[in-house]
């Protein structure tokens, strides 16, 4: 464990000079305590809180608080629940960081370290090379290349429609990488979705935050934006789901502060990560169409679609988006039990400008366009233990299948 975590540190400081100190948050006898907020005492909840668990939604707040602040805010609001009682000790249950081992059921047994990530689709391409390439969806502001597969089948190399998936857009979502390449995963190696294979050009980026994911690993297991800076401003990052340049200037669905966990950017589209990533979706529109498109995150057990801007607008298809989500909510339950809210996302969830949904669906004009907020609703939050890695991968994947049927 120590050799692997002075190796990953050594990996960030040479890709990074700009990393300041490398101490690690220590978040032993740190609560996650949901609470009701109204809009009078929301910035004093904020400013008491270490992160903002579920920003955007105004009512019920879920925050992570150093023991001397639990006083402070339960005093401050009408109702609160102590959904974690020791984030410290909720964080050893995620299980010791393995180190790597060729791509096969093992791999979602633990989280992995970034470098890891990285080789594990490249083995896993290496396998499968007259149907597979590794893609890249430009470049991280650190410099780290967002790195994905391409994955295809009998009609050969770009024949059919794209299905494109993004995961770990929020650093902290470690889960959402997981369960990304398990979907890589069972394309490849499963000869049950040989037919799926043959309908679609499959484009999987597991890690788009490639910077927040490994901050996450050498210094805050919480931190969520990616790592980019804004002059004469102390505080780090843009929430590259609030920066996608469709309806990024609606204001209401994302924050205009640097120092918050939602902060839009400066000018649509100016984080690099969303360059890239923009520039994927434009492409497929351009040439064979987007099919579908999931972007993959924690936590709370939604499956959304557009749009995240207005919450009594709805998408041209509204009820076969409700059809395909619905089955994918059933196919999920019957795996095990794991229940799913779904619904278009501002008036099922809350209010998010500059998405990714609302951009691939407008902009990018992808037959369907989904999020999915994975396990749990709350308990465990993002720090998911490792003995959940499998089931929450599993259940996914069979939700996302019942979704290819029918896409
Ligand atoms: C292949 O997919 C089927 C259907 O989802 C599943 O039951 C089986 O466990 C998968 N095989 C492997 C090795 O993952
Ligand atoms: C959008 O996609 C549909 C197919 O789903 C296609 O018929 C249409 O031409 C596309 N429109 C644009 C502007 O690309
Ligand atoms: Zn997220």
Known sequence: MKSILVSMLLLSTTFCAVVPSVKKVDYSGFKVIRVASTDDVKDQIESLAAHVLNPGKSTEIDVVVSPDNVE???????????????VGAALAEEGEMQTYAVPSESWFTAYHPYADHLQFLKDLQAGYTGQSEIVTVGTSIQGRVLTGIHIWGSGGKGSKPAVVIHGNVHAREWITSMTTEYFAWQLLTNATFKSLVDKFDFYITPIVNPDGFVYTQTTDRLWRKNRQTVSGNTCVGRDINRNWPYKWEVAGGASTSPCSETYKGQVAGDAPENKGLKAQVDSLKGSRGISLYLDVHSY?????????????????????????????????????GTAYTIGPSCSTLYATTGSSTDY???????????????????SYGFTLPANQIKPTVVETWAGVVSMLKDA
């Open 300 to 336: 709370g057990q939604y499956i959304l679609w557009p749009y995240g801007y207005d919450c009594n607008l709805r998408a041209e298809n509204d009820a076969q988006h409700r059809s395909i989500a619905t089955r994918a909510q059933s196919a999920i339950r019957a795996v095990s």
């Open 72 to 86: 402070a805010l339960i005093a401050l609001v009408a109702e609160s629940k102590v959904l974690n009682e020791d």
């Open 360 to 378: 691939t669906d407008v902009q990018g004009n992808a037959t369907y366009s989904y999020t999915y907020e994975l396990r749990d609703t709350g």
